[in-house]
């Protein structure tokens, strides 16, 4: 089976994979952990220390043979994600979550890891016609798709960024709205084989919405029997963070293939709604 994760430049796609993979070797992580590969040979592989310069490299990646990279690397704070810039060969990445019958349920997903131009920029289509190919066979052959989205400015609710500025991905709400029509255009025509569509807002925390409510509410935890009526958390994350666009979502739904999203709002800083899109894909994948 694979999962394929879209979504536009710097939104986020292989933070979501390094975060779980921090997740898994701190022992932070409750539900969903990453067997293979070595999770610290992922966060090594995807990460750099910033320099302290202006200087336009931006920082020096670690070392893959680096014997004590678990004594050189900093804390989390100190560490970026390097993103996508060429198209990735296929990953195959083993994934445990935690089921409500709590047990471990191992999955194997393709990890398909594209640059975010390959969806946004129609000169890099042009330009990579074959790579673009390869990438609309390998979604429409998928049995899950996850689309990262961008936060967007709302002229009611306040957006506060760590350092007080307002963050450089966030998009104004006709653009996150006509951006959000075109995903689901492009998912329809070239995802009818697709079970599962998940759409998550990732990089949350920049909104400057309280989380920590929703953290508190949809609490998951398969040892302790904390489990997540899906309908009512899809209800409610939709009708608070995707109220914007509800009209582009009844008309998407009404189309072939017919293929209704489940909604997300996620964080590397909250390791609970991180893991929450997992949890759900785990259960609905766990007998394929």
């Known amino acids: 089976m694979s999962v394929i994760f879209i979504g536009n430049r710097a939104v986020g796609k292989t933070s979501m994979i390094v975060a779980l993979a921090k997740g898994t070797v701190s022992k932070k992580n409750k539900n969903v952990r990453i067997i ?5 040979d992922l966060i090594e592989q995807f990460s750099f220390v910033p320099s302290n310069n202006n200087s336009e490299k931006e920082g020096f990646p670690l070392a893959s043979d680096d014997e004590n990279f678990s004594q050189k690397i900093p804390q989390t704070e100190e560490i970026e994600i390097a993103g996508t810039y060429q198209l990735q060969a ?6 445990s979550v935690d089921l409500p019958s709590g ?3 191992e999955i194997r997903v393709d990890w398909i890891d594209t640059p975010g131009e390959a969806w946004s920029n129609p000169d890099w289509r042009k330009k990579n016609p074959e790579d673009y190919e390869k990438l609309l066979e390998t ?6 798709v996850v689309l990262l989205v961008p936060p967007y400015i709302r002229t009611n609710r306040p957006i506060v960024s760590r350092d007080n500025t307002k963050p450089p991905d966030q998009l104004n709400m006709e653009t996150w709205r006509t951006q959000l029509k075109e995903w689901l255009a492009l998912i329809r025509k070239n995802c009818s084989n697709v079970k599962h569509l998940v759409i998550a807002i990732h990089k949350a925390d920049l909104w400057g919405y309280d989380l920590q409510k929703d953290h508190e509410k949809w609490q998951y935890n398969a040892q302790k029997r904390q489990l997540i009526n899906w309908f009512k958390y899809n209800q409610h994350i939709k009708d608070t963070y995707f109220d914007l666009a509800l009209d582009i979502i009844r008309e998407h739904n009404s189309k072939p293939p017919y293929l209704s999203p ?5 964080t590397i800083k909250n390791p609970n709604l991180l893991e929450l899109p997992w949890v759900y894909l785990g259960s609905q994948l766990a007998y394929v």
């Not at 296929?90 to 994934?95: G, I, N, T, Y």
């Not at 489940?262 to 996620?266: A, E, K, N, P, S």
């Open 103 to 105: 047990v471990g349920k």
């Open 262 to 266: 489940r909604f997300f709002v996620t």
């Open 90 to 95: 296929p990953r195959s990445l083993l994934l």
């Open 139 to 144: 979604v429409s052959k998928s049995l899950a």
């Open 36 to 40: 293979t590969p070595n999770p610290q």
